[in-house]
């Protein structure tokens, strides 16, 4: 596609916006526009996707300033809009031109994270990983009550129960088979009750996705439920660390590198010992990244490994 060589403007079509470039086409009765739809916005601009290109008929013969005409029916546009339009994507622009940052990884003392990532044709519906265990059906979370904490779930997924039933999505792209935060929130938090205190040798988490959903990106901690000041459901700005839960450890399995698409296992160990004895865990996710709506990780499988006896 390519690039807009009008100015932007903001047309109105069929069921919602499209950004888009206006230039005369020859015709004198017609007008071609470049435009896509909303949440195609950072894609029209430049990159590879694009948004569709149509001809949009004048009713009239247009006026020799490009600024007067109009496109009634179709297309509704004002020119405050035109304006939002071009600092919209100045933003966007600017956000693509830079990586986001990595945050600093932290973690308990001694834990091991070990990250795999499959990408492509690699990355199959057994999840096998180079050093991640593939999930399992009968760890320490199979029977667990998986509870809501926080933010907002994705309607569209399969649900909380995904964390810990076993089941695999079959392919990159399969939002029954993930539990995720909705679009356009930035991540939110579940509490895994085991049913009873179990010491915890591993914490294996997985996640499948062709790009920014794939990567991970949480905090998971870790409770006997039993000190005074344990808060079941810490939210928000609540640092679980002074509400009764000790933090296991702080993942972040994106590169900074692009997208990072595909699929991702996480091992949490501890060399010589076990990651402790907890009848709960809670896992805060984050949003991979703000450029769209598209950042909350799709989660297939939580595993946890109790220690041998
Ligand atoms: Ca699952
Ligand atoms: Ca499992």
Known sequence: MRQPAGPLELFQLGRGFGFGACARGKAPRQERAIVAREDE???????????????????????????????????????????????????????????????????????????DHLAGPNATREFKFARVPSPVKDDAAAKATVEFV?????????????????????????????AFFNAGTAGGAVRFDLGRVVTVAQINTYSWHPNTRGPQLYSIYGSDGTGAAFNPAPKGATDPAGAGWTLIASVDTRSGRGDDGGQYGVSLTRAGGTLGSYRYLLLVCHATEFDDDWGNTFYSELDVVGAAR
């Open 150 to 178: 926080d933010g907002e779930l994705d309607p569209n997924g399969a649900g909380l129960t995904a964390f810990v039933d076993g089941l695999l999505p079959r392919d990159e792209d399969e939002p029954g088979g993930n």
């Open 41 to 115: 916005l950072p894609i029209a601009w430049g990159f590879p996707k694009g948004g569709v290109e149509m001809i949009v008929p004048l009713t009239h013969t247009p006026e020799p300033d490009a600024g007067s005409h109009e496109l009634p029916a179709i297309v509704a546009r004002t020119r405050a809009f035109a304006i939002g339009a071009v600092l919209v994507i100045a933003a966007v622009s600017a956000v693509f031109a830079q990586q986001t940052p990595l945050p600093p990884i932290t973690n308990s003392v001694g834990v091991t994270i070990t990250v």
